[in-house]
């Protein structure tokens, strides 16, 4: 099994909903997305994937967020904008976008700062196939 790592960045605020904490207020972070693709074997080229799709495709989804209050993005009317809840949507989203491709998602990991980040993997059953 073969991973590649992409790394992105965005600048976006956020209100934590139901936080009971200063966290509750807008504040802003400046975000960082680590993106986990993998194959079981590489491409004619020698290569899982071109980094360049991974990144061109997390870009895509990362302009939905960039210096926007997420509160107010559609995908977050109805649920908190935590880190948890950014790193679900960009995995999802990027199952999709790279579906074509003979590759797997396997991790998106969103930063709020460089010590507090959380990651999503996806379903246990997906995971195990």
């Not at 870009?59 to 926007?68: A, N, R, V, W, Y």
């Not at 209050?69 to 790279?98: G, H, W």
């Amino acid at each position: 099994m073969y991973e590649v790592i992409v790394r992105d960045h965005f600048s976006a605020a956020h209100q934590l909903r139901n936080y009971g904490g200063v966290c509750e207020n807008l504040h802003g972070h400046n975000w960082k997305i680590e993106v986990i693709v993998s194959a079981s074997k590489l491409d004619g080229m020698g290569v899982v994937v071109d980094f360049k799709i991974v990144e061109d495709k997390t870009k895509e989804i990362l302009d939905l967020f960039d210096h926007q209050v997420l509160n107010q993005v559609s995908v977050f009317q109805d649920i908190n904008p935590s880190a948890e809840n950014i790193a679900r949507f960009c995995f999802e989203e990027l199952k999709q976008k790279c579906a074509a491709y003979p590759i797997q998602i396997q991790k998106v990991t969103i930063w709020e700062t460089d010590l507090y980040g959380a990651s999503y993997l996806g379903p246990q059953e997906e995971r195990s196939q």
